[in-house]
């Protein structure tokens, strides 16, 4: 089984919509998460982090993080064609595993004109 | 500019021969880490290395072997390669301080 659960495999939004994307880990010992995207052809880029509970925004990029629950999810606002990529969610027990990061399958995103 | 290379960036082998996958950074990172990415499975662990001359198991390591011989250089080898390893290979690297991990551009390897 996955130790990192994404959902939903793939998700198709209209130009200017919402997307939102989730991500838990089974592993309780969890405690950093990363997103990553990674466009058709192209290797992952690190789109943000989050450590701590709450929320956090870069431009029309907002990550959430619930640490009881491992739950991480990712909301891209006004999105563009250029979002469409495979969005990569990844997880790290930084105080065993050191920089080691476990990733999921990912999610799919088709933006539509 | 601070980069992780990859060389080759595509090969074709045969089944049994032996494949060596490079990988060289210029981040001054002390962690480096391998790969590789298939449908349906996502991106794996094989191998990864914390120091010079010092590799570790990552979460399929059979069938690969590792070297850090530098900081700056880590390599993949193949000693007999199988249909099963076809797959895009990415090495990355990251530092001490935990920034998250840089990925090079990938190999894709085909073993027919």
């Known amino acids: 089984q996955q130790k990192v659960q994404q959902s939903p495999e793939s998700l198709i939004v209209p130009e200017g919509g919402m997307a939102s994307l989730n991500c838990t880990s089974s592993?309780?010992?969890?405690?950093y998460f990363w997103w990553y995207r990674q466009h058709s052809g192209k290797s992952p880029k690190m789109l943000m982090s989050i450590f701590s509970n709450g929320e956090k925004e870069e431009g029309r990029f907002t990550v959430h993080l619930n640490k009881a629950s491992l739950h991480t999810s990712l909301h891209i606002r006004d999105s563009q064609p250029s979002d469409s990529a495979l969005y990569l969610c990844?997880?790290?027990?930084?105080?065993?595993?050191?920089?080691?990061?476990?990733f999921g399958i990912g999610t799919l995103l088709s933006v539509k004109p | 500019e601070a980069a992780v290379t990859q060389s080759p960036r595509s090969k074709v082998a045969v089944t049994g021969g032996k494949v060596t996958l490079s990988c060289h950074q210029t981040?001054?990172?002390?962690?480096m880490y391998w790969y590789r990415q298939d449908t349906g499975h996502g991106l794996r662990l094989i191998h990864y290395?914390?120091?010079?001359?010092?590799?570790e198991k990552g979460d399929i390591p059979d069938g690969y072997k590792a070297s850090r011989p530098s900081q700056e250089n880590f390599s993949l080898i193949l000693e007999l390669a199988s249909l099963s390893q076809t797959a895009v290979y990415f090495c990355a690297s990251s530092d001490r301080d935990w920034g998250g991990i840089a990925f090079g551009s990938g190999t894709r390897l085909t073993v027919l």
């Open positions: 981040n001054n990172h002390d962690y």
């Open positions: 990844a997880a790290s027990d930084y105080g065993s595993s050191g920089n080691k990061l476990i």
């Open positions: 290395s914390y120091v010079a001359d010092s590799t």
């Open positions: 592993d309780r010992n969890v405690d």
